[in-house]
């Protein structure tokens, strides 16, 4: 008995001992998320909700307090624009006994167009088409629609949850007779996804030595050549390209014209095609001293984010871009020349090699 005891001690021991030297060698790969200061971009998802008062010329019986609830799909345009398509419902209680309905609840139909600011207001029209609500609201049809102006400010309840509060003034535009005019408060929530990127560490442990244990270092017996590590430069594509300019941009303005897109389509594919030359392509955007530190790097980062999107829908892998606003911080000597976006290659592997593919761009 005492033998299978003693055996089976040794053999914990074993598997033990063999568990530690592998947690002490192995290595781990963490995932994560990191928040990255980026603007919207693309389709993202909102819940809107809004309340406030109808009016009327001649016709009070349309007078009462409407109340909408939608979803939303919000496009976020490279250019300063936003595009708005929902559906949902809306609710109105009538507050004169003569109206033909006490209360209405039908769906609602939304489609909106705004200009986003730098200080990320947004402005534009509004056009809603209540169905099966026409006779309530005085229309000659079936539908009620109504056309407006709405006001919304943005901002970020956290990195990737966006908020858009403000309102917005409608007139019915298929009204028979008077005036018909609708004033809501609105409130938005949206998710923006592109606020998130992934990260991945790698963790090894140390391996574990016994306090009791020397270790000795043994030179070796001749010493051994390394071989020489390649220096990798920064080079800017000015520098690299003769003739090469920044791109430039207009006052307060980010988005790219039509001819910069297509000239930037041509770049990516290059980049792409010869991306073992270089680590990576960062994007560095610039304004001039025209404006606040605040609104400036703000505006600096979204020329440097319009053009790494348009590298990135050119075909360059986005692991190899990166955008970088830096404000006003380099300046030329000239304002104009300082509303910029830069092109600058980290880590060039080749400088000769990738100034020959970027010189067959036309």
Known sequence: MKKYIIAAIICASAIAQAQ??????????????EAIDKAPEGVLP????????????TNQNVEG???TMKLIGSWYLASPWVFDLGY????????HDSAIDTASTE??????ARYRTDNRWQMGVIFNQFFNQGVNYSSSQGDAQFTGLQLLKEFNMSPAWLARVGGRAQALTSNTT???????IDLQIGWNPTAYKTSVKSTAANEMVEEDMVVESVAPARPVAQAPQPILNDVAMTSLISGSTPINFSTSRYALTNQEQQRLNRVAKVLEDNKDLYERVEVRGYTDSSGSAAANERLAQRRADSVASSLQRGGLDSSKVVAVGRGSEDTTGSMRQDRRAELVFVGVKDEDALRRALSNIQ
């Open 107 to 112: 769906g609602v139909g939304e489609f909106a």
């Open 178 to 184: 008077g005036l018909v005019m609708m004033y809501l």
């Open 65 to 67: 307090t409407p109340a």
């Open 20 to 33: 530690s030297d592998q947690s002490a060698t192995s290595s781990t790969l963490q995932f994560g998320r």
């Open 88 to 95: 949902g419902f809306n609710n109105q209680q009538f507050t």
């Open 46 to 57: 909102f819940i809107g909700a809004g309340g406030g008062y109808t009016g009327y010329d």
